[in-house]
T-cell receptor, first 116, second 115 residues
Framework: DAMVIQNPRYQVTQFGKPVTLSCSQT?????MYWYQQKSSQAPKLLFH???????NEADTPDNFQSRRPNTSFCFLDIRSPGLGDAAMYLC???????????????FGPGTRLTVL | AQKVTQAQTEISVVEKEDVTLDCVYE???????LFWYKQPPSGELVFLIR????DEQNEISGRYSWNFQKSTSSFNFTITASQVVDSAVYFC????????????WGAGTKLIIKP
């Protein structure tokens, strides 16, 4: 089945120690997203890639970076995790439709990050 | 400003009851899309439905149904004969040209189905 895969499902890191979360997709969608979701809140968009074009949200901290080496893979790098970065990180994909809109976003299972 | 309001923070019902989750949106665009997602305790967001602004037909999928009314800017979601497995947080979201088609999320409604 076509899907969005995130690894690892659970990640524990130390305060200030860089961490990388990964996402892969078999849907061949041209758009990939990274969201941060904290408890009892809606997902918050960090950035997205439209093909190889990177689009950062204005309020995404510089501490968060991303890479998309090819259509299938996307990485989220947190350069110096703080306690406030503990959250669920969700990867999603979508496909551009005619007229510039997008179809629905399909989400991976998420990576729950704990910062000690 | 674009906005999605889910006024019900938490709803608790007994299994087999019908339950409706409300969603009210605001937009200046005439073309837009509305979505519902389900997030069970496992955490994965599951896509339920996408509706474009030109299609006001109500949708039924098994025990799920959606009522889209442009006159009241609402896109409500009803679960008939609820089951314990329906327990989850449900998010309504809006996508439109004005936000570059990024999802504008409601705050979510936590649905608890008691056996």
């Amino acid at each position: 089945d076509a899907m969005v895969i995130q690894n690892p499902r659970y990640q524990v890191t130390q305060f200030g120690k860089p961490v990388t979360l990964s996402c892969s997709q078999t849907l061949n969608h041209n758009v990939m997203y990274w969201y941060q979701q904290k408890s009892s809140q809606a997902p918050k968009l960090l950035f997205h890639y439209y093909d190889k074009d990177f689009n950062n949200e204005a309020d995404t901290p510089d501490n968060f970076q991303s890479r998309r080496p090819n259509t299938s893979f996307c990485f989220l790098d947190i350069r110096s995790p703080g306690l406030g970065d503990a959250a669920m990180y969700l990867c999603a994909t979508s496909r551009e439709l005619a007229g510039g809109s997008y179809n629905e976003q399909f989400f991976g299972p998420g990576t729950r990050l704990t910062v000690l | 400003a674009q906005k999605v309001t889910q006024a019900q923070t938490e709803i608790s019902v007994v299994e087999k009851e019908d339950v409706t989750l409300d969603c009210v949106y605001e937009t200046r665009d005439t073309t837009y899309y509305l979505f519902w997602y389900k997030q069970p305790p496992s955490g994965e967001l599951v896509f339920l439905i996408r509706r474009n602004s030109f299609d006001e037909q109500n949708e039924i999928s098994g025990r799920y149904s959606w009522n889209f009314q442009k006159s009241t800017s609402s896109f409500n979601f009803t679960i008939t004969a609820s089951q314990v497995v329906d327990s989850a947080v449900y998010f309504c979201a809006l996508s439109e040209p004005g936000s570059n088609y990024q999802l504008i999320w409601g705050a979510g409604t936590k649905l608890i189905i008691k056996p």
